[in-house]
Antibody, heavy 113, light 107 residues
Framework: QIQLVQSGPELKKPGESVKISCKAS????????MNWVKQAPGNGLKWMGW????????TYADDFKQRFVFSLETSASTAYLQINNLNIEDTATYFC??????WGQGTLVTVSS | ETVMTQSPTSMSTSIGERVTLNCKAS??????VDWYQQTPGQSPKLLIY???NRHTGVPDRFTGSGFGRDFTLTISNVEAEDLAVYYC?????????FGGGTKLELK
């Protein structure tokens, strides 16, 4: 069955970087784009953008064009989200999604001094 | 960007009742709308795709409808497990945008 398994929770300080992984199984990784979604504590969902898993080309929503990097390790069927120069407002759960139907379990990133 | 406005933001219901949740798009999105259910600590679960198609394994008490700008999710015979936050998502234009959510609570 299709599964997206994300890496575990992270605790970071402001100014640091974090890299979250999303390992896909149960389908051909390069057949479908991977999306990323942010959910701040107690808040709704915000689409961050997507990465073309065939070409590696990322597309970022406007609020995520600075400091955010989508990447792939195709041989490992894994997508990555890196956030640079973290600030308090980056504290959130980040989800990877295959299309709109399949979601990872989420990775909580906490940014605190 | 297409703004998705959900109403109400919260609603109280009793077990066995029928409820209707609304989602209005700021511009036409065709049928490119999904509905999700999210319970605390869980990832969103797809209920309805393409405005009116039930995802695999979703009970038939969940019904989606709409086209263009106005969409609804109806839950018939609400069960205790349905108490959650519901989100609509439009993917008809970039950026994809979610509604702010409707929290379904017990009366």
């Amino acid at each position: 069955q299709i599964q997206l398994v994300q890496s575990g929770p992270e605790l970071k300080k402001p100014g640091e970087s974090v890299k979250i992984s999303c390992k896909a199984s149960g389908y051909t990784f390069t057949d479908y784009a991977m999306n990323w979604v942010k959910q701040a504590p107690g808040n709704g969902l915000k689409w961050m953008g997507w990465i073309n898993t065939q070409t590696g080309k990322p597309t970022y929503a406007d609020d995520f064009k600075q400091r955010f990097v989508f990447s792939l390790e195709t041989s490992a069927s894994t997508a990555y989200l890196q956030i640079n120069n973290l600030n308090i407002e980056d504290t959130a759960t980040y989800f990877c999604t295959k299309g709109t139907a399949y979601w990872g379990q989420g990775t909580l990133v906490t940014v605190s001094s | 960007e297409t703004v998705m406005t959900q109403s109400p933001t919260s609603m109280s219901t009793s077990i066995g009742e029928r409820v209707t949740l609304n989602c209005k798009a700021s511009q036409s999105v065709g049928i490119n709308v999904d509905w999700y259910q999210q319970t605390p600590g869980q990832s969103p679960k797809l209920l309805i795709y393409g405005a009116s198609n039930r995802h695999t394994g979703v009970p038939d008490r969940f019904t989606g409808s709409g086209f263009g700008r106005d969409f609804t999710l109806t839950i018939s015979n609400v069960e205790a497990e349905d108490l959650a936050v519901y989100y609509c998502l439009q993917y008809g234009s970039i950026p994809w945008t979610f509604g702010g959510g409707t929290k379904l609570e017990l009366k």
